[in-house]
């Protein structure tokens, strides 16, 4: 009996030591957040996105980084730019994760003078964007969320300079009617408004 007392007090302990690793934190975090991004993505009915959303932040490259420099108050890219002075696994992530409105940062085609500006985004990629950003608001401030937080987040943030205006139109809808009208509402609407996309889409070829 004492014997397999002490055995689960040593898995136990072993179980605790392994909750005390950066790695292990950093792996609960990305999870929490993947898990909420999917729960918003299907609600909006974009079922394929919300089960891919984020998978690069498992490679190698983005999760020894995160497991590194993990803090636990504010995301370990910055701290890896401020280490290092770039942010490879941002770098890596931006690249191939087509919600962040950086993936979509190309020439700027107008104007030709080597000026780099935000392209239009497929709407399915904003609407998953919004998705994240209501995901990731939530996990940020907890029991001080409102549904006009992801609003004021991004209205603090420098991404609106960089969004392409239809984009920017777009997301600012989104974000906007969750502060006036809720939850309920605006993803019930991005949800036909996905639909009404995926006709469209289907109706051009494209
Ligand atoms: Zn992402």
Redesign the pocket.
């Known amino acids: 009996m004492n014997m397999i007392r002490s055995a689960k007090g040593k898995i136990n302990g072993v179980k605790e030591k392994i909750r005390q690793k950066k790695w292990y934190k950093h792996l609960s975090t990305i999870n929490e957040h993947k898990l909420e991004?999917g729960k918003n993505c299907f609600r909006c009915g974009l079922y394929k996105q919300g089960i891919l959303?984020?998978l690069?932040?498992y490679s190698w490259t983005e999760f020894s980084v995160g497991a590194k420099y993990y803090q636990g108050t504010r995301s370990p890219n910055e701290a890896e730019r401020e280490d290092k002075g770039y942010t490879s696994s941002w770098l890596h992530?931006?690249g191939r994760?087509k919600?962040?409105l950086e993936y979509w940062v190309d020439y700027d085609l107008v104007r030709k003078n080597g000026n780099l500006v935000g392209m239009k985004m497929p709407d399915n990629y904003i609407v998953e964007m919004f998705c994240?950003r209501v995901a990731a608001s939530k996990i940020y401030h907890r029991d001080d969320y409102t549904d006009r937080t992801p609003l004021d987040y991004y209205l603090h943030g420098k991404s609106k300079f960089l969004l392409h205006p239809y984009s920017r139109k777009k997301l600012e809808m989104l974000l906007y009617m969750l502060a006036e009208k809720g939850e309920e509402e605006t993803f019930a609407y991005a949800k036909r408004y996905m639909k009404a996309y995926r006709k469209y889409k289907k109706r051009h070829h494209i």
């Open positions: 991004v959303h984020d690069s932040k992530h931006k994760n919600h962040h994240d």
